[in-house]
């Protein structure tokens, strides 16, 4: 059977690459080169360090051995000799991965050779290399890996590739990446004065007072609507016992992202994630069906322990606050709790300016707690709500979470990306570990069903994803700085104090330019910084008493008295 869908294109072009690098440097020993998305890489240990100059050298290789027209073809040979084989080629990496097979009770192992070039590898492969396009793909970029993701091993050198089906999807591609570049959170954050990553805390965020202006803005609207949800809040230590997170399982699926101390002597962990604490606080009090459901909010500051090499921005650091809330009910409210918090997502992504997204379902993963019957409750529930609602949707096999499955969202940027935010989890295995309980209508104790939910995910993470959705131009209910001043010379200075004081009285956000720059040099720097309306003042608006408006967005607005400005600010 032809194989020769993007991902098995994507995988055989992981082999062409090693085949060039093998041309370019013999000695070289080969690590991994799966597919991933949007298209490759191979782990490589070298006898120097890759330049980008070498990019294109490897590419051009990669293209006449496509052009050549080899065929792939696989071999099975007995583990024994496959390990003899690589003892003897020196290619140490291949050599353990095939220890581990064997150690597996692997009796075999399969090769694919193409062209002379032969790796370990359990395929599939395209028949032959003409199967591919040259013009669709592109090598991108060299970074250090760790054999194995362990700090504790050698680093390798990663080379990257992206890879579609064609020339024009993938320089659609390109041309989204250049875009992104331009839109790049980290960037926008310093130019705009939000936050930064200092040396002092590799990983962690450190918010300037703009960035704690939009900070508040953005929580001050989360506590709005999740009140008009019916949510309560609450706060949660971030430091609890060692125990309590045996209990919850934590300690088993999550350890090694976790940070760790003692007080007293006694054994603490640095909360990863906050259900464990909210439960402390249901588990306070022994609760009526009556209150049911019980929906308890929470911004939690939590800490995962992630490697260096993945650190990226606000997207992925080492402290973050969690939006979570979790959902205290009975089996039968289950259906309305979870469309209630569909609703409240739809409604939340559509007044940020998200309003395609898609939906994936992702069932019990390999590490789990809880019973069969438990997760085949769970999974069916969700599907039906899914169903019911007629999300868009399609399952993700075994990424739920370790204790249920769950709904992810993803939504869909300016320029076509697509972010998973929001997450609705479906748990009966945390209530039964912690022995949670409610009274029934008859008196008896039951146990509850918690639903997990997040809706933007973080607020460190959304941050970034609204900067690069909006490339910096916030809305200006968002905008840290709403309207900026800019008298035209110093005699301008007080009537615009004044005018910054009248806006200021209602409610709007403002900063003002008093510097000796030109109003030309002054509107360009408000564009710089992504103002989202510009005040020029100056003889003419002093002697009208109106003034002259320019939005970042749509250019000059003409004169407005300060209500009327007061109201499109608003609006």
Known sequence: MKENNIETKRHSLSHILAAAVIDMFPEAKLAIGPSIENGFYYDFDLPRTLIPEDLPLLEAKMKQIIKGGFAFERTDAPVKDALESAKKSKQIYKEELISDLAEKGEKTVSFYRMDGFTDLCAGPHV??????????????????????????????????????????????????????????????????????????????????????????????????????????????????????????????????????????????????????????????????????????????????????????????????????????????????????????????????????????????????????????????????????MKLKFQINPGDGAFYGPKFDFHIKDSIGRTWQCATIQLDFSMPERFDLEYVDEEGNRKRPVMIHRTVLGSLERFIGVLLEHYAGALPAWLSPVQVKLLPVADRHNEYAEKIAAELSESGVRISMDDSKESVGKKIRNAEMEKSPFMLVIGDKEIESGKLSVRSFVDGDLGQKTVKELVSLVRK
Request: charged content about 30%.
């Open 127 to 388: 028949e032959n290399t003409k199967d591919i396009d040259q013009a669709s793909f592109k090598l991108m970029s060299i970074a250090g890996a760790y054999w194995r993701g362990s700090e504790k091993n050698k680093m390798l050198q990663r080379i990257y590739g992206v890879a579609f089906e064609n020339k024009t999807e993938l320089e659609a591609y390109l041309t989204q990446q250049e875009e992104a570049k331009k839109r790049d959170h980290r960037k926008l954050g310093q130019e705009l004065d939000l936050f930064s990553f200092q040396d002092a805390g590799p990983g962690f965020p450190f918010w300037h007072a703009k960035g704690m202006t939009l900070r508040n803005t953005l929580t001050e609207y989360w506590r709005e609507e999740h009140r008009k949800a019916g949510y309560v809040e609450i706060s949660t230590p971030i430091i609890l016992r060692e125990e309590l997170w045996h209990q919850s399982g934590h300690w088993d699926n999550y350890k090694n992202n976790m940070y760790f101390t003692k007080i007293d002597g006694q054994n603490y962990a640095v909360k990863p994630m906050n259900c464990p604490g909210g439960i402390q606080v249901y588990k306070n009090t022994l609760h009526s069906y009556r209150e049911f459901p019980i929906r308890m909010a929470e911004l939690g500051l939590v800490h995962r322990h992630e490697l260096s090499g993945v650190l990226h921005g606000l997207f992925r650091a080492r402290a973050f606050t969690q939006d979570d809330a979790h959902i205290y009910c009975t089996e039968g409210q289950i259906q309305a709790e979870v469309e209630g918090v569909v609703r409240l997502v739809e409604k939340v992504y559509k007044d940020f300016g998200f309003i395609d997204y898609h939906v994936e379902l992702s069932t019990r993963p390999t590490k789990s707690i809880g019973t069969d019957e438990m997760w085949e409750k769970a999974e069916k529930t969700l599907e039906a709500v899914a169903k019911n």
